[in-house]
C-alpha cells in the first residue's frame, strides 16, 4: 500500500468519525427536546392509604357505608357485616386516584347527558384526621370509556377514566364479606357442632385432637383435618334478602 492510498483512507475515516458524532449528537439533542407526556391532574386531595370511610349514595337513595379499622374494611350499611377488604381498597383506589383528562361546561343542551347534577352515585371519603372529599358520578361518555364527575366543592365537571364507574356500578353485596370462617385450620382449638341427636366436641391439645364430648377418647386426624377444611373453606354465595341490599 503507497502513500497516496493510505492518506486517502485517513482522511475517509476522519470524514466518517465527524459524521457519525454529528449523527449522535443530533440523535441526543432531539431525544432532550421530545415533549414529556403530562400526568394528568389528581382531582381528589386525599391518598387511599389514609381514607378509613367511604359513604356511597345511588340515585335510588340506597346507601353503602364502609368503614376501616386496622386493615381491615366492615360494612356498617345496609348490613353490618364484615367487608371484603381487597375490593374496598379497590374502590378506594379508583375514587382516591381519579384524574381528569378535561373540564366540561354543563349547560341545558348537555346536562341530561352529563348527568353530573343528577348523578348516579355521590361518593365521600373520609381520611384520617377528619379531611373528606365529595364526588358526583355522573353518566359514561357515550365514547372513549370514560365518565364524568364533579367536585361539588369547585363547581366543577371533568372527564375521567370509567373505572371508578365500573367498580361503584357493582351490587353492594360484592363489598360484603364472602368467606364466613376468618380463622385458617390451624388455628381452629376448639370445635363444637350441636345436632338434634347430642353435642360433638373436639379440643386440640399440641398437634392432637380429643373427643371431649360426648365422651373422651382420641379422635381421628384425618376426619378432623376434612372437617376443619370444611369448616374454614366455607363461602357464601348469596345473601338472604339480597335483591333488597
Not at 32 to 43: A, F, I, Q, W
Request: no cysteine; charged share 25%.
Amino acid at each position: 500500500m503507497n502513500f497516496r492510498t493510505t492518506a486517502i483512507m485517513i482522511g475517509l475515516l476522519a470524514v466518517l468519525t465527524i459524521v457519525l458524532l454529528f449523527v449522535r449528537s443530533r440523535s441526543g439533542g432531539d431525544s432532550e427536546r421530545e415533549p414529556r407526556v403530562k400526568e394528568e391532574p389528581k382531582l381528589v386531595a386525599l391518598e387511599s392509604s389514609d381514607v378509613n370511610k367511604v359513604v356511597v349514595t345511588s340515585a335510588d337513595n340506597r346507601k353503602l357505608v364502609l368503614e376501616k379499622s386496622g386493615a381491615n374494611w366492615r360494612m356498617t350499611e345496609p348490613v353490618n357485616a364484615a367487608a371484603d377488604t381487597f375490593a374496598v381498597d379497590s374502590l378506594v383506589r379508583a375514587v382516591a386516584g381519579l384524574r381528569s383528562s378535561g373540564e366540561v361546561q354543563v349547560d341545558a343542551q348537555n346536562r341530561d347527558s352529563v348527568g353530573v347534577d343528577a348523578p348516579r352515585y355521590t361518593v365521600e371519603l373520609t381520611a384520617a384526621g377528619g379531611k373528606s372529599a365529595a364526588v358526583n358520578v355522573g353518566n359514561r361518555s357515550a365514547v372513549g370509556g370514560n365518565a364524568y364527575v364533579k367536585l361539588p366543592k369547585e363547581g366543577k365537571t371533568y372527564v375521567v377514566s370509567a373505572d371508578a364507574f365500573t367498580q361503584l356500578d357493582k351490587p353492594f353485596t360484592s363489598y360484603r364479606q364472602q368467606k364466613l370462617v376468618t380463622a385458617s385450620a390451624a388455628d381452629l382449638k376448639q370445635i363444637e357442632i350441636t345436632r338434634d341427636d347430642g353435642k360433638l366436641v373436639l379440643h386440640k391439645t399440641g398437634n392432637d385432637w380429643q373427643v371431649v364430648e360426648p365422651q373422651k377418647m382420641p379422635a381421628e386426624s384425618s376426619e378432623v383435618s376434612d372437617l376443619t377444611f370444611a369448616l374454614t373453606g366455607l363461602n357464601a354465595t348469596e345473601f338472604v334478602k339480597e335483591s333488597d341490599v
